[in-house]
């Protein structure tokens, strides 16, 4: 069996035997024979480790658009997976079982090594071969925090861009600016979870800081990365109309209007089940709010609704359905290598190379 114990990537040591990691914002100081607060990378003998390279927790074959990435090879497939371990600790967690395994990823690997698994390890190799004959255009590094597989997610990334396959991180967004040039030149999507746009909740509910999701997401626009943000939208916690307001000028002023923004409802999960799942209306709400900042797409997800379709920001004609399908091109129409709105000529920014037509 291919080991997942690899020495990690950007950490320094110190003479006390003491390690600081410094793939994400935590920059955790780990002592020896401990692990970070991710539980997947471990000091042994004063080196960083990641115990988790190629270990796959998850994997599928997903629409794009399920990322959720919109404006990102439309009508296109990805190959998705994710590994074991995260940097926060969500109360809502959907993941919360490999995110937050009960046991650390070395243990639950070795236990059972015989009989139910608990994963599997392939190298970057057999990711791309998997993406390529399964037609797919992209690999996404998903489920979990990618940050935390910072090792495999790069030799994978070099390998994807050499055989012209995309990548794309769906994220906190806790990487450091270090971590995020590194991979930059390799990646192409940046699907940040923009939790809330308050400190307290962060704290509360994350385990984590606002600030460093900020500065990781200007860093992704000055790095040129195909950027769409992500807000599950939670009753009584992150759904007031002040907050919605800080959050939209803040995207439209730092970011651009063009950003493409994902409004989600709410699922009780976790723990917390007793949380209502959010109303229609709240989301209808909030939209109206990003809107009203000057926001170009802001789209509503994980329930019914017309606004997870592609409208003409000029015009409002349809330009991609995605609610009976997963993006059908309508009133879009390629100039040359952009888009535009074949109603009014209005550019709808795609990222979708020239051989790619939906």
Same mark, same amino acid.
């Given at each position: 069996?291919?080991?997942?114990?690899?020495?990690?990537?950007?950490?320094?040591?110190?003479?006390?035997?003491?390690?600081?990691?410094?793939?994400?914002?935590?920059?955790?100081?780990?002592?020896?024979?401990?692990?970070?607060?991710?539980?997947?990378?471990?000091?042994?003998?004063?080196?960083?480790?990641?115990?988790?390279?190629?270990?796959?927790?998850?994997?599928?074959?997903?629409?794009?658009?399920?990322?959720?990435?919109?404006?990102?090879?439309?009508?296109?497939?990805?190959?998705?997976?994710?590994?074991?371990?995260?940097?926060?600790?969500?109360?809502?967690?959907?993941?919360?079982?490999?995110?937050?395994?009960?046991?650390?990823?070395?243990?639950?690997?070795?236990?059972?090594?015989?009989?139910?698994?608990?994963?599997?390890?392939?190298?970057?190799?057999?990711?791309?071969?998997?993406?390529?004959?399964?037609?797919?255009?992209?690999?996404?590094?998903?489920?979990?925090?990618?940050?935390?597989?910072?090792?495999?997610?790069?030799?994978?990334?070099?390998?994807?861009?050499?055989?012209?396959?995309?990548?794309?991180?769906?994220?906190?967004?806790?990487?450091?600016?270090? $971590? @995020?040039?590194?991979?930059?030149?390799?990646?192409? *999507?940046?699907? =940040?979870? &923009?939790?809330?746009?308050?400190?307290? !909740?962060?704290?509360?509910?994350?385990?984590?800081?606002?600030?460093?999701?900020?500065?990781?997401?200007?860093?992704?626009?000055?790095?040129?990365?195909?950027?769409?943000?992500?807000?599950?939208?939670?009753?009584?916690?992150?759904?007031?109309?002040?907050?919605?307001?800080?959050?939209?000028?803040?995207?439209?002023?730092?970011?651009?209007?063009?950003?493409?923004?994902?409004?989600?409802?709410?699922?009780?999960?976790?723990?917390?089940?007793?949380?209502?799942?959010?109303?229609?209306?709240?989301?209808?709400?909030?939209?109206?709010?990003?809107?009203?900042?000057?926001?170009?797409?802001?789209?509503?997800?994980?329930?019914?609704?017309?606004?997870?379709?592609?409208?003409?920001?000029?015009?409002? $004609? @349809?330009?991609?359905?995605?609610?009976?399908?997963? *993006?059908?091109? =309508?009133? &879009?129409?390629?100039?040359?290598?952009? !888009?535009?709105?074949?109603?009014?000529?209005?550019?709808?920014?795609?990222?979708?190379?020239?051989?790619?037509?939906?």
């Amino acid at each position: 069996m291919i080991s997942p114990v690899k020495e990690a990537l950007l950490y320094e040591k110190y003479s006390s035997g003491n390690v600081r990691c410094g793939v994400c914002a935590r920059k955790c100081v780990i002592a020896p024979d401990k692990t970070g607060f991710c539980r997947v990378r471990k000091n042994i003998g004063g080196t960083l480790y990641a115990l988790n390279y190629g270990f796959v927790s998850s994997e599928a074959i997903d629409p794009i658009e399920k990322k959720p990435l919109y404006h990102f090879l439309p009508g296109t497939t990805t190959y998705s997976l994710g590994t074991f371990g995260c940097n926060f600790r969500c109360l809502n967690c959907q993941n919360h079982k490999i995110s937050m395994p009960s046991s650390p990823v070395y243990e639950s690997l070795y236990r059972n090594k015989n009989q139910n698994r608990f994963g599997e390890i392939i190298t970057p190799e057999e990711v791309v071969t998997r993406a390529l004959l399964l037609e797919t255009k992209s690999v996404s590094l998903t489920y979990n925090e990618p940050a935390v597989w910072f090792e495999f997610v790069y030799d994978l990334a070099v390998l994807a861009q050499k055989s012209e396959l995309s990548v794309v991180l769906v994220t906190n967004g806790y990487l450091t600016p270090e $971590a @995020l040039e590194m991979l930059a030149p390799h990646i192409d *999507g940046y699907c =940040v979870d &923009l939790k809330s746009f308050s400190d307290s !909740f962060y704290s509360d509910i994350c385990s984590a800081k606002l600030d460093p999701v900020l500065e990781s997401v200007l860093k992704a626009k000055e790095l040129n990365l195909h950027i769409e943000i992500v807000t599950l939208i939670i009753p009584g916690m992150n759904d007031d109309v002040s907050e919605a307001k800080a959050a939209a000028e803040w995207i439209s002023s730092r970011l651009g209007k063009e950003v493409p923004i994902h409004l989600n409802a709410f699922l009780p999960h976790y723990k917390m089940e007793q949380t209502p799942r959010t109303p229609d209306s709240t989301l209808n709400k909030i939209r109206a709010v990003y809107q009203s900042a000057g926001l170009d797409y802001v789209y509503i997800g994980n329930t019914i609704s017309e606004y997870k379709n592609t409208y003409c920001p000029n015009c409002q $004609a @349809l330009l991609i359905n995605r609610v009976y399908s997963f *993006g059908e091109s =309508v009133h &879009l129409e390629k100039s040359e290598n952009e !888009f535009v709105c074949s109603n009014c000529r209005q550019k709808v920014p795609l990222f979708c190379p020239p051989d790619i037509h939906f």
